[in-house]
């Protein structure tokens, strides 16, 4: 890698801590209970600006990213791309099944928009859907086995790296305001079901999973 190169990569990395940092802290409570206080007629829009800032802010990580890739480091090649593309396509089929079980509406943020909904927390309720059941956190992983199935270029790998080590964050960083909400029921379903990683031994059977729901909600009812 020469000099110019290392500048690129540099940038990269710059850029993408920079994102981490500022979608981190606008996903935070704190900044949504600020908004609430300051800005309370703004808290309806605040989900959709929030994703849509997030969308506008990739742009140019992207764009440098596919720019200026660096030096290849791998690509999948025989058998072995058979086996990276069909664990991608799977991924991708495997994000298509699972949508069915989230609220579009209330990630996107329209729901909030139309209903003028001002409350911080979010309103859909706790759920665990059959792919929850076996991993906490399935668009986290399926995401992992798109971005590490695919040919590696210089800067894809080091925004792979980083990536990676932020969606182990944000999980992290996300399950706290669930034990805040949810209480002993979410303890519960951390010990059972593995963060981002499915392990074959570690997964609930559908029964737990209504009685963890129903514990949650008498907790948030509490």
Not at 160 to 167: E, Q
Request: hydrophobic content about 50%; aromatic content about 14%; proline content about 5%.
């Amino acid at each position: 890698m020469n000099d110019c190169q290392a500048v690129e990569m540099s940038l990269l990395a710059i850029l993408w801590l920079v994102y981490f940092a500022l979608h981190s802290a606008l996903a935070s409570l704190r900044a949504k209970s600020w908004v609430a206080r300051r800005f309370p007629h703004w808290m309806p829009i605040y989900r959709l600006g929030f994703n849509i800032l997030a969308t506008l802010a990739l742009l140019p990580i992207l764009w440098l990213l596919f720019r200026h890739p660096g030096p290849s480091l791998w690509a999948w090649t025989g058998a072995w791309s058979w086996l990276a593309n069909g664990l991608a396509l799977a991924a991708l089929i495997g994000f298509m099944r699972s949508a069915r079980y989230y609220d579009t509406g209330e990630f996107l943020g329209l729901r909030q928009w139309k209903a003028a909904t001002c409350t911080i927390e979010d309103q859909e309720g706790f759920r665990i859907s059959p792919f929850h059941r076996h991993v906490r956190h399935p668009w986290y992983s399926l995401g992992l086995v798109l971005l590490w199935t695919r040919d590696m270029t210089t800067a894809l790998f080091l925004s792979a790296v980083l990536m990676t080590a932020y969606l182990f964050i944000g999980a992290h960083l996300e399950e706290q305001k669930l034990i805040a909400r949810y209480g002993a029921a979410y303890r519960r379903y951390m010990q059972r079901v593995p963060g981002l990683i499915p392990l074959p031994w570690k997964s609930i059977s559908a029964e737990e999973a209504k009685d963890l729901v129903a514990e949650a909600e008498r907790h948030c009812g509490t």
